[in-house]
T-cell receptor, first 109, second 118 residues
Framework: KNEVEQSPQNLTAQEGEFITINCSYS?????LHWLQQHPGGGIVSLFM???GKKKHGRLIATINIQEKHSSLHITASHPRDSAVYIC???????????FGKGITLSVRP | KAGVTQTPRYLIKTRGQQVTLSCSPI?????VSWYQQTPGQGLQFLFE???????NKGNFPGRFSGRQFSNSRSEMNVSTLELGDSALYLC?????????????????FGQGTRLTVV
């Protein structure tokens, strides 16, 4: 069974700060997903990564397959980035996801 | 393109009752997965359907079941509800083109159904 660990547990930042959220997993995977969940429950898929790095707007996600580690970076953070950020991994041959517990990010104006 | 639609959004049931939740995937998506989210356990995989067949199942009791229709819409059913079944139930759809060797594609989530069992 894959264990997915996220750090830090909770995060508070000032608007404009550069933020990094980490994710480590224990077993080799096919893909890693970064998800965002706002109060009210809806989940948005931010990135799906198999290798390397992806960028979308102010968000950057990287993955190191050898080290079983991924990071999500938020540049020029904004209060609207306040949400829970969840890392999830997919095993080799199907889309069954195993999730981390999520990081609660609060960005203060 | 419409997103993933889950109905109802909110539901209150009493212990012992049963409940059916519905998920309409994005048009063209053939894979639908269901997840349960609770404060204690976080997000957990329930099951996945592809082309009307259950392709994967998580570690939940037999009271939790699901099905998928020919139009890819999916339902999940929970029988003999317990207080601990109170949770946010999320479904996600993805393209998953090849059934034999499923390709990982991005998952699109619905807003969820919040079930409260009293």
């Amino acid at each position: 069974k894959n264990e997915v660990e996220q750090s830090p547990q909770n995060l508070t930042a000032q608007e404009g700060e550069f933020i990094t959220i980490n994710c480590s997993y224990s077993v080799g995977i096919s893909a890693l997903h970064w998800l965002q969940q706002h109060p009210g429950g809806g989940i948005v898929s931010l990135f799906m990564l198999s290798s390397g790095k992806k960028k979308h707007g102010r968000l950057i996600a990287t993955i190191n397959i050898q080290e079983k580690h991924s990071s999500l970076h938020i540049t020029a953070s904004h209060p609207r980035d306040s949400a829970v950020y969840i890392c999830a991994v997919s095993p080799g041959a199907n889309s069954k996801l195993t999730f981390g517990k999520g990081i609660t990010l609060s960005v203060r104006p | 393109k419409a997103g993933v639609t889950q109905t109802p959004r909110y539901l209150i049931k009493t212990r012992g009752q049963q409940v059916t939740l519905s998920c309409s995937p994005i048009s063209g998506h053939r894979s639908v997965s269901w997840y349960q989210q609770t404060p204690g356990q976080g997000l957990q995989f329930l099951f996945e359907y592809f082309s009307e067949t259950q392709r994967n199942k998580g570690n939940f009791p037999g009271r939790f079941s699901g099905r998928q229709f020919s139009n890819s819409r999916s339902e999940m059913n929970v029988s003999t509800l317990e207080l601990g079944d109170s949770a946010l139930y999320l479904c996600a759809s993805s393209l998953s083109l090849n059934q034999r060797r499923p390709k990982n594609t991005e998952a699109f989530f619905g807003q969820g159904t919040r079930l409260t069992v009293v």
